[in-house]
Every structure is written in structure tokens, then in C-alpha cells.
Nanobody, 123 residues
Framework: QVRLVESGGGMVQPGDSLTVSCTTS????????MGWFRQRPGRDREFVGG????????FYADSVKGRFTVSRDNAKNTVYLQMNNLKPEDTGVYYC????????????????WGQGTQVTVSS
């Protein structure tokens, strides 16, 4: 059974930082590209950022570039999304996703999804 489990969501104030995590099981994590999506209220789910399994190639949506960082620790089967200078518009459910190639995650439906974790940015 392949599982992707997000954690670390919560409620923060604008300008705060928060890191969400996604731990995988049931699959060779080191061979998965991993990405993050979010679904903000009233919007479609959108790609946020991701990293290839080498952890050397990453790219981000323009909306978060410079504020969010994707990283992975293959020894822990975990990918992280560090979010800095959070804004109310960042509020949403954050999902991790995995597939064999990062391009297929960003451009289409990934093979594996997590259940999501809520991030709320509010005063």
C-alpha cells in the first residue's frame, strides 16, 4: 500500500513561517519525484513546487517563488515544504504528490496523492 501522509499544517499569522512535511511508505521514495499542490478556497488545485528524486532540480510556481522551498530527506522518506512570509492568500489545503517524473506531477495528475493538510494564514 502506497501512502503519502502530510503533517505540520496549522494556523499562523501573516508573515510567519511554517513547514509542512510529507512522509511516504510502501514505495521506494528515492525513486519518486515529489511535489506540492494546494487548493485555496474558491480555486482549483494548483501546483506549488517540487523536487526531482535527486533533490538537485526544483521549480516553483510564480506565486510562491522566493518564499517557498521544497526539500527532501531520502533517508527519512520525507519531503518538506518550507513556507516563509506567509500571506492570507496562501491559505488552503496543501497536498503532497509523487510520481516518477516531476514534469508529470506539475503538468498532469500525479500517480500518488496525500490526504492534505490545512494551512490557514490569518490575523
Amino acid at each position: 500500500q502506497v501512502r503519502l501522509v502530510e503533517s505540520g499544517g496549522g494556523m499562523v499569522q501573516p508573515g510567519d513561517s511554517l513547514t509542512v512535511s510529507c512522509t511516504t511508505s510502501g514505495i521506494d521514495f528515492s525513486r519518486l519525484a515529489m511535489g506540492w499542490f494546494r487548493q485555496r478556497p474558491g480555486r482549483d488545485r494548483e501546483f506549488v513546487g517540487g523536487a526531482t528524486w535527486t533533490n538537485t532540480n526544483k521549480f516553483y510556481a510564480d506565486s510562491v517563488k522566493g518564499r517557498f522551498t521544497v526539500s527532501r530527506d531520502n533517508a527519512k522518506n520525507t519531503v518538506y515544504l518550507q513556507m516563509n512570509n506567509l500571506k492570507p492568500e496562501d491559505t488552503g489545503v496543501y497536498y503532497c504528490a509523487g510520481d516518477s517524473r516531476l514534469s508529470t506531477i506539475a503538468d498532469g495528475s500525479p500517480k500518488f496523492w496525500g490526504q492534505g493538510t490545512q494551512v490557514t494564514v490569518s490575523s
